[in-house]
């Protein structure tokens, strides 16, 4: 294995995860902290309704934003490895305009639609004001124009930098709402407040390196990018996929507040809460992944042979987390969260199947989208989603959260065997090629 590491792509790659691990570390322990003091200070119930509050908001986001940092990264990641930066300003000016328009977008439709959806999702009468309200964020909640720029510009230092920065912010704002007793429209608030900081945060950062580099000049807002050819399919395709996939976070936690009231969203959360965390290292593997792999040539085995090294690696990391928490999980529960939330220790269990099948799927939807299938990863989690949505309901109704935890990973398996076998399609093409 020691020669593994002399591969540039393999070094590159795991020096960029490096820079999100270090972040995503700190994000991590920020954001258990702040659900154990929220869970403290609001209770199980206000808990789940601030809970679904902003899980409303992130699946509308979901639902609407364009993954414009792909687009980025697609039409521009080559062109500036080499020198020629002219499609990377033609695919930023897109990416912005896309960012913008369905943000604000999404942002009416959220606000109109929330009266006449609050109870079927769980949010009571007396907090509608507050989910209409925390819905203006999604301007910015959805933009990822500056996280392509920093990918395309090999600056994922700086995104390690912008993503501890609302953890951080919020875990000791929130603190300081625990310790004074503060009211729940507080914690709203700073929930609120603290996304918009990270937000425009990560735009004064790309925006600042696009100016060090000269990159600045020449962009311009369009949604006519002829120069990029199927620009406009493959950024469909893209928030289709980004689309389907909200079903499995907020619109998951919004679906189980609505079968199993505010209560069991709050016990969903804390578990899959602690499940991401042992999905953390495929994940940062997988943001670093995909610039790696769009600069390579696909038809030759480096790229193949650089995927599977960094499932191995993946694999220990994954593993070896997923091991802590099993052991540890249910004392860490009663400790951080309290007693009232034990009850989220066997929906964990279940959800620790999730990042074990992290392992195998996360270099797969960015080989596809490499190779020009961006209509595979969307056809897979349609496939995932029938199953998820197909059993949720009965699971959940008979065996409570634990229910819900089987319903997901159900869908997210379904899901990773769908991609498996679309990629190995593409890898028999491309040798008989």
Not at 327 to 347: D, H, I, Q, R, S
Request: with cysteine; net charge positive; glycine share 10%.
């Amino acid at each position: 294995m020691k020669h593994w590491f002399k591969d540039q792509q393999l070094r590159s790659l795991l020096r960029n995860t490096s820079y999100l691990g270090m972040s995503r570390a700190v994000a991590a322990v920020c954001g258990i902290a702040t659900i154990a003091l929220a869970g403290r200070g609001l209770g199980l119930l206000l808990l789940g309704t601030l809970i679904l509050i902003t899980s409303y908001t992130k699946a509308v986001s979901g639902l609407a934003k364009f993954q414009s940092w792909q687009v980025i990264v697609r039409y521009g990641g080559h062109g500036v490895a080499h020198g020629d930066p002219a499609h990377f300003k033609i695919a930023t000016g897109f990416a912005v305009t896309l960012d913008l328009v369905s943000g604000i977008a999404g942002m009416l439709v959220a606000v109109a639609l929330l009266p006449f959806i609050s109870e079927w999702v769980g949010i009571q009468p007396q907090y509608l004001w507050l989910g209409m309200f925390y819905c203006t964020l999604l301007p910015t909640m959805g933009a990822a124009t500056p996280s392509g720029v920093l990918r395309v510009l090999d600056r994922f230092d700086l995104i390690g930098w912008s993503d501890t920065l609302t953890p951080i912010t919020r875990a000791i704002f929130i603190a300081i709402a625990y310790l004074a007793g503060s009211p729940f429209a507080a914690y709203v608030a700073i929930w609120y407040v603290t996304d918009l900081a990270g937000d425009l945060f990560t735009w004064f950062l790309a925006w600042r390196e696009m100016r060090r580099t000269g990159h600045l000049e020449g962009i311009r807002p369009t949604l006519k990018p002829t120069e990029l050819p199927g620009a406009w399919r493959f950024a469909i395709d893209v928030n289709i996929a980004a689309s389907v996939q909200a079903i499995w976070g907020p619109t998951g936690r919004l679906v189980v507040g609505g079968l199993l009231g505010p209560a069991g969203a709050a016990l969903f959360r804390v578990a899959s809460t602690l499940a991401d965390a042992a999905q953390k290292p495929a994940d940062l593997l997988g943001r670093a992944f995909y610039p790696e792999i769009v600069r390579m040539d696909l038809s030759t085995k480096k790229p193949w042979r650089l995927m599977l090294r960094v499932m191995v690696l993946a694999s220990g990391a994954a593993i070896l987390a997923i091991g802590l928490l099993l052991l540890g999980g249910k004392p860490l529960m009663g400790l951080v969260f309290g007693k009232a939330f034990l009850g989220a220790y066997t929906p964990l269990v279940i959800l620790m199947l999730v990042p074990f099948l992290g392992i195998f799927s996360f270099p797969l939807g960015p080989m596809l989208y490499a190779l020009g299938r961006s209509d595979a990863p969307i056809k897979a989690k349609l496939i995932g989603s029938v199953v998820f949505f197909g059993v949720i309901a009965p699971l959940s109704w008979r065996f409570g959260v634990a229910g819900a935890a089987v319903a997901l990973v159900m869908g997210n398996a379904a899901n990773v065997a769908a991609m498996m076998l679309q990629l190995r399609g593409e890898h028999r093409r491309i040798r008989t090629t």
